[in-house]
């Protein structure tokens, strides 16, 4: 079946523009996390989605990071006025439950 | 605040040797630790998964243990191959399943 997809593959903007990532997650998972992978830095958690509770926002680096989760589906996530150390690859996952979860491709950022 | 590290960094290897990965973490109160795989370009598979109760897991030719006391765990790889090359990461969560990362081990395996 269908994986987590992740759009666009690859984005480059300016520096003080604002992006929008967008994920699909495998259908009938209830939970959607964003992760963010700089280079040489471990995966690091920025926002989790379960159901129709609140989101676990603890994991956004700064005010300019938000996400949406539109009718328990597909997630945005919004980085307004870019800076360079935005420029990271932004994961994306699903889970059916509190287990595995399983990964889109994700999104490589570079902000010039 | 919960830490992961992995040993080593890279590691070269020629194919057919048998090697192992190390994780460790700082806050034993874990609920799941999780090795996965990441292949350049690409998102990331899980290979196995242990629960906090449980010592090991298996699957094919990977062979990972868990020691949650002493915060450790190793995946072992036999037998390896150059398609066994990828950067190997693992995981635990601590809760209602967010995961927190190692920075990974980079594995090439030369023919």
């Known amino acids: 079946g269908a994986g987590v997809s992740q759009s666009p593959s690859n984005k480059v903007t300016e520096k003080g523009k604002d992006v929008e990532l967008r994920c699909d997650p495998i259908?009938?998972?209830?939970?959607l996390y964003w992760y963010r992978q700089s280079l040489g830095q471990g995966l690091e958690f920025l926002i989790y989605?379960?159901?129709?509770?609140?989101?676990?926002k603890s994991g956004l680096p700064s005010d300019r990071f938000s996400a949406e989760r539109t009718g328990g589906s597909v997630s945005t996530l919004t980085i307004q006025r870019t800076q360079q150390e935005d420029s990271a690859v932004y994961l994306c996952?699903?889970?059916?439950?509190?287990?595995?979860?399983?990964f889109g491709p994700g999104t490589r950022l570079t902000v010039l | 605040k919960q830490e992961v590290t992995q040993i080593p960094a890279a590691l070269s290897v020629p194919e057919g040797e048998n090697l192992v990965l190390n994780c460790s973490f700082t806050?034993?109160?874990?609920?799941?630790l999780q090795w996965f795989r990441q292949d350049p370009g690409k998102g990331l598979t899980s290979l196995l998964l242990?629960?906090?109760?449980?010592r090991e897991q298996t699957s094919g030719r990977l062979n990972a243990s868990l020691d949650k006391s002493s915060g450790r765990s190793t995946l072992y790889i036999a037998a390896s191959q150059p398609g066994d090359s990828a950067t190997y990461l693992c995981?635990?969560?601590?809760?209602?399943?967010?995961?927190?990362f190692g920075k990974g081990t980079m594995l090439l395996v030369s023919p």
């Open positions: 806050d034993s109160a874990i609920y799941n």
């Open positions: 996952a699903s889970s059916p439950n509190t287990d595995t979860q399983y």
């Open positions: 242990i629960q906090s109760s449980q």
């Open positions: 989605f379960q159901g129709n509770s609140a989101p676990d």
């Open positions: 995981a635990v969560s601590s809760g209602y399943s967010t995961l927190t």
């Open positions: 259908s009938g998972h209830t939970a």
